[in-house]
């Protein structure tokens, strides 16, 4: 079981270059996110999906597209770097069971924009 | 901005010592989750208390919730050099924010051998 899987693990791009951060996971799991985190500071939504089909703004949407065609996959789109998406990207995914809500992140995506 | 606020930025200790680490938060809450996440890493799910909870354990943890003060503490006994890591509680606001996690700005613990 692989749980949830990003890639790429590290990218640098050039301000103004577009790139595709991908997610998978294989829980069948409705609600998946992406999150930003800087340094020093806890982690921040970006997007935000309840299944196929539905997605919702977070914290922080400006700069990045996401679109949910299958409830495997979450890919988050950076549509033209800007060196203040240098970051680190989770991605999570999770569903409601009879212990709450327990969220499942990726190992992370390093980006750097230069 | 960071729903949570967490206290202390960081904390040190002696291996065997217990650790205590506290979160507030502004909004009312569902739930709220402890995690860890180690130096390079994603984060790892601790522990989740509901807001009609007042305390929950898990092996070393102790988790607990005074909604009254939004307020959270994760107590961890007889702690280990493996513990340290960067610890954060997110709040999860249920309703139509259900699964949305704030985040605080989390913990930094180091425990010396």
């Known amino acids: 079981n692989a749980g949830v899987t990003q890639t790429p693990k590290f990218q640098v791009l050039k301000t103004g270059q577009s790139m595709t951060l991908q997610c998978a996971q294989d829980m069948n799991h409705e609600y998946m996110s992406w999150y930003r985190q800087d340094p020093g500071m806890g982690l921040r939504l970006i997007h935000y999906?309840?299944?196929?089909?539905?997605?919702d703004q977070g914290e922080v949407p400006n700069g990045y597209n996401v679109s949910r065609s299958t409830t495997e996959d979450f890919p988050l789109r950076l549509l033209s770097a800007a060196p203040s998406q240098t970051s680190v990207y989770f991605c999570?995914?999770?569903?409601?069971?009879?212990?709450?809500?327990?969220?499942?992140f990726g190992e992370g995506s390093w980006l750097t924009v230069v | 901005s960071q729903q949570g606020e967490e206290d202390p930025q960081a904390l040190s200790i002696q291996e065997g010592e217990n650790a205590t680490m506290n979160c507030s938060y502004k909004t009312s809450i569902n739930n709220l989750q402890w995690y860890r996440q180690n130096s390079g890493r994603g984060l790892v799910h601790l522990i989740l208390i509901r807001s009609n909870e007042r305390e929950k354990h898990s092996g070393r943890l102790r988790v607990t919730l005074d909604t009254s003060k939004k307020s959270s503490s994760l107590l961890i006994t007889a702690s280990r050099a493996a513990d340290t890591a960067s610890y954060f509680c997110a709040t999860d606001a249920g309703g139509t924010s259900y699964g949305k996690l704030t985040f605080g700005q989390g913990t930094i613990l180091t425990v010396h051998p």
């Open positions: 999570a995914s999770s569903t409601r069971d009879s212990s709450g809500n327990t969220i499942y």
């Open positions: 999906s309840v299944g196929a089909g539905i997605t």
